[in-house]
Nanobody, 127 residues
């Protein structure tokens, strides 16, 4: 798996916002499709958002559970992919991971290239 570090998780109240970061240090992140996934306790890991590579038009995809609330962006100058999360709900509580994902027809997929995950970053939405 490509070396990526997630950060930005925190405890936030319902309705609040957070921005997660997915930083790369040894490769150009714009050249790869990158996806954010999350895993809540007792649940399977699920795809949240992804962005295709710069060469494929940086197309974005969102899960139905976050569409309209979360926004994925890429900052080429900082070699980082961000996940802006607004209107957070308790059910958004999970460990969030970012990984290199597959793409098809220029669109990113919620399918990691390798089943290898970093430490992730904890997001807790609670009063």
């Amino acid at each position: 798996q490509l070396p990526i570090v997630e950060s930005g998780g925190d405890l936030v109240q319902p309705g609040g916002s957070l921005r997660l970061s997915c930083a790369a240090s040894r490769f150009a992140i714009r050249a790869f499709p990158i996806g954010w996934f999350r895993q809540a306790p007792g649940k399977q890991r699920e795809g949240v958002a992804c962005i295709s590579s710069d060469g494929n038009g940086s197309l974005k995809r969102y899960s139905e559970f976050v569409k309209g609330r979360f926004t994925i962006t890429r900052d080429d100058a900082n070699n980082t992919v961000y996940l802006q999360m607004n209107s957070l709900k308790p059910e958004d509580t999970a460990i969030y991971y970012c990984v290199h994902v597959y793409s098809q027809s220029n669109q990113c997929l919620f399918q990691p290239v390798r089943d290898s995950w970093g430490q992730g970053t904890q997001v807790t939405v609670s009063l």
